[in-house]
Nanobody, 119 residues
Framework: VQLQASGGGSVQAGGSLRLSCVAS????????MAWYRQAPGKEREVVAT???????NYADSVKGRFTISGDGAKKTTYLQMTSLKPDDTAVYYC??????????????WGQGTLVTVSS
């Protein structure tokens, strides 16, 4: 199973970006979906989660600005980011729970996509 994240880039403060993360390989089902980020010199932190069958959750710093969504049929999760701030500058990683062809649930990371927000 591999995850391919895309959609990062450079934007000015107040702008928007939409990140995508597509899973490929021997996949039966997608479960929990999440996005994390890691800013320079900081630890990786959770940004948004969408548990299987549960409600979405967001870091306080992004509430009201970011929206996580997913399409199980397309094996894709999205992170819509609006009203971006310079503090949102980071490498963003997707994390998916996947039921693979061996009928095993495992979590996988995408390779990361860089978001840079200038003031």
């Amino acid at each position: 199973v591999q995850l391919q994240a895309s959609g990062g880039g450079s934007v000015q403060a107040g702008g928007s970006l939409r990140l995508s993360c597509v899973a490929s390989g021997s996949i039966i089902q997608i479960g929990d979906m999440a996005w994390y980020r890691q800013a320079p010199g900081k630890e990786r932190e959770v940004v948004a989660t969408m548990p299987r069958g549960g409600a979405t959750n967001y870091a306080d710093s992004v509430k009201g600005r970011f929206t996580i969504s997913g399409d199980g049929a397309k094996k894709t999760t999205y992170l819509q980011m609006t009203s971006l701030k310079p503090d949102d500058t980071a490498v963003y990683y997707c994390n998916l729970e996947v039921l693979d062809g061996d009928w095993t649930w495992s979590r996988y990371w995408g390779q990361g996509t860089l978001v840079t927000v200038s003031s």
